[in-house]
T-cell receptor, first 116, second 111 residues
Framework: GEQVEQRPPHLSVREGDSAVIICTYTDPNSYYFFWYKQEPGAGLQLLMKVFSSTEINEGQGFTVLLNKKDKQLSLNLTAAHPGDSAVYFCAVSPPYASSGSWQLIFGSGTQLTVMP | NSKVIQTPRYLVKGQGQKAKMRCIPEKGHPVVFWYQQNKNNEFKFLINFQNQEVLQQIDMTEKRFSAECPSNSPCSLEIQSSEAGDSALYLC?????????FGAGTRLSVL
């Protein structure tokens, strides 16, 4: 089955610096790719969803790059600020299945700390 | 922002006690998922269902866990006899357009 490796597990940057988190997946049939942010004591906040046909997406203060050739997904926070401190998870899913077997496979998470 | 509502936020139970948590999915999202997130940030899929029907569940949930989504009532996940290893954050999510939207979770502590 699908396996998702996420790195680094911990990342500390200064305010204003960039922060890059990378996920590598194994199943070439994976179709939907997600980044979630989890603040302390909170659930998962969806940052961005990308499809297999999309390579670069820009959000508010971050960029997501999908490299299908290398089966890699990355999140780049371009100018991090302390409010970005959280745990970030990538997640991968297959194309929609009419049965109940559709699921998200999560990476192991990256604890990002942004220091003032 | 997600509109999935989970209650309670925190739940403390003794071993062997029942633990019940509730989830109101986003309106119009017919498929609901339950995940368990442990202290190592590992996610374990527990069960999902569409409207009132279970679509898929793992072996663990077949024995001690049950979930339901009655019409016009919150969905629920219940652990019949809590064990210390059940201590975790339980996340409910509803699905729309192949995207999961998560609630804030219920943190269960089994003493």
């Amino acid at each position: 089955g699908e396996q998702v490796e996420q790195r680094p597990p911990h990342l500390s940057v200064r305010e204003g610096d960039s922060a890059v988190i990378i996920c590598t997946y194994t199943d070439p049939n994976s179709y939907y790719f997600f980044w979630y942010k989890q603040e302390p004591g909170a659930g998962l906040q969806l940052l961005m969803k990308v499809f297999s046909s999309t390579e670069i997406n820009e959000g508010q203060g971050f960029t997501v790059l999908l490299n299908k050739k290398d089966k890699q997904l990355s999140l780049n926070l371009t100018a991090a600020h302390p409010g970005d401190s959280a745990v970030y998870f990538c997640a991968v899913s297959p194309p929609y299945a009419s049965s109940g077997s559709w699921q998200l496979i999560f990476g192991s998470g990256t604890q990002l700390t942004v220091m003032p | 922002n997600s509109k999935v509502i989970q209650t309670p936020r925190y739940l403390v139970k003794g071993q062997g006690q029942k633990a019940k948590m509730r989830c109101i999915p986003e309106k119009g999202h017919p498929v609901v998922f339950w995940y368990q997130q442990n202290k190592n940030n590992e996610f374990k899929f527990l069960i999902n269902f569409q409207n009132q029907e279970v679509l898929q569940q793992i072996d663990m949930t077949e024995k001690r866990f049950s979930a339901e989504c009655p019409s016009n009532s919150p969905c629920s996940l219940e652990i019949q006899s809590s064990e210390a290893g059940d201590s975790a954050l339980y996340l409910c999510a509803s699905r729309s357009q192949n995207t999961l939207y998560f609630g804030a979770g219920t943190r269960l502590s089994v003493l």
